[in-house]
């Protein structure tokens, strides 16, 4: 039941970078052959000689496609077809690819919401249409959205990125219920903040509400992510997550999302009121950092605009 990774064919699209690149390099650990897609083609290529160094055996290959994953769908129907030309059919995508702009709702601008949408969540959408027909009739695959822990929450600064990651949740439930019979499963991975050089390029300009609420959990290494959400979608398992906030989270959020197994359906009936308990004192804490930070606004409203 669990993927075998050996010779299995992994695209991973954002694999030029941070998360996306640590699930290729664990992929290809794994005996995995690999597409990374991205834009920048010099990024790209110092990528897969980063990866080629974790090679198990000799026959492995990295394939890399310099695509806009949010722009031209028949683009990148066109480009995954090519990549499974060369490496057969896809076993396994990530959808890794998307940024993040933090700001107050009335300081974003508006091709903001816009780009954001595009890129986090029609940027799942093309290459996870290019690929399913295959795979269903194959009957095997697994497709990967990575979310994030504000795709399963709203936060301060969060108004642009987070509709992006929850909307992958929705498209990930109803597109579970059509593909299981063909045993294709998805995974949702909710990620919290994590050391990459996306996290680095959103840090220059978060508010500082967002800076202090996000402080409530710890930034995680992209690799142990990585290791995580591989792991999960391996294992078939529609809830990826890390941590202990993570595990609250997720059983908090649960809804009417699939469970992979009676375990986790019990750890969700039982711990859910628990958590709940637990999430309104977080949520309190927030709003008093946020009323906090209103007031110091008030008093110098040039010097605490930006964060330092
Ligand atoms: N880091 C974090 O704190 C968290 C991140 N996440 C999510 O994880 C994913 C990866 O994040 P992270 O590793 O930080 O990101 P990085 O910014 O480090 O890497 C992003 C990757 O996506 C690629 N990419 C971006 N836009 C496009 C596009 N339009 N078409 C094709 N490729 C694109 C980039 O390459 P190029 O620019 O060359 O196209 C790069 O390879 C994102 O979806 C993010 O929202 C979730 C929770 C926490
Ligand atoms: C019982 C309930 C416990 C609740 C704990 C909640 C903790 C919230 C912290 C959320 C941090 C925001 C993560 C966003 C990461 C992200 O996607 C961007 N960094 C992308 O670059």
Redesign the pocket.
Known sequence: KPLALPGAHVVVTGGSSGIGKCVAIECYKQGAFITLIARNEDKLLQTKKEIEKYSVNDKQVVLCISVDVSKDYGNVENVLKQAQEKLGPVDMLVNCA???V?GKFEDLEMNTFERLMAVNYLGSVYPTRAVIATMKERRMGRIVFV???????G?FG?TA?SPT?FALRGLAEALQMEVKPYNIYVTVAY????D?P??A???KTKPLE?KL?????SVCQADQVARVIVKDAIQGNFNSSIGS?GY??A??TSGMSPVTSITEGLQQVVGMGI??I??L??LGS?DSIVRRCMIEREKHPSTTDKTE
């Open positions: 998307g940024t993040s933090t979310s994030s822990q504000a795709g399963q929450l936060l969060y990125y990651k990620p919290p903040d994590t990459t996306g996290f390029e959103e840090s967002t609420i996000s402080e409530t959990s906030d609250m989270l059983l908090l958590f709940r637990i999430g004192f977080y927030f």
